[in-house]
């Protein structure tokens, strides 16, 4: 069984930092992307960011660039999301996802991905 399990989740005041971590179990992802998915309250779910396989592709959300960095340990199956510089419009769950097929460029969609977390959540005081 395939579980992906987030967590470093919690509560920061506004410009603070916090670094989620996704450890994956039951299968291997070194060879398949994975990304970062948030959804507020009332909100659809929103793309934050993926990695490739090799860490060569990290595509983000326009929102979070050049604050957030995903990075990926392929020896420990897991993924990062450093976030920095947080605002209170980043209060959300938070869930990790992973790639059941091999693709070069890490898909920003999240009906591409096939494993979830159970999310964590992520709140932002202002």
């Known amino acids: 069984q395939v579980q992906l399990v987030e967590s470093g989740g919690g509560l920061v005041q506004a410009g603070g930092s916090l670094r989620l971590s996704c450890a994956a179990s039951g299968r291997s992802f070194s060879r398949n992307a994975m990304g970062w998915f948030r959804q507020a309250p009332g909100k659809e779910r929103e793309f934050i960011a993926a990695?490739?396989?090799?860490?060569?592709?990290?595509p983000y959300a326009d929102s979070v660039k050049g604050r957030f960095t995903i990075s990926r340990d392929n020896i420990k199956n897991s993924v990062y999301l450093q976030m920095n510089s947080l605002k209170p419009e980043d209060t959300a769950v938070y869930y990790c996802?992973?790639?059941?097929?091999?693709?070069?460029?890490?898909?920003?969609?999240?009906?591409?991905?096939?494993?979830w977390g159970q999310g964590t959540q992520v709140t932002v005081s202002s």
């Open positions: 996802a992973g790639d059941r097929d091999f693709t070069v460029v890490p898909i920003r969609s999240g009906p591409g991905y096939d494993y």
């Open positions: 990695i490739s396989w090799d860490s060569r592709s990290t």
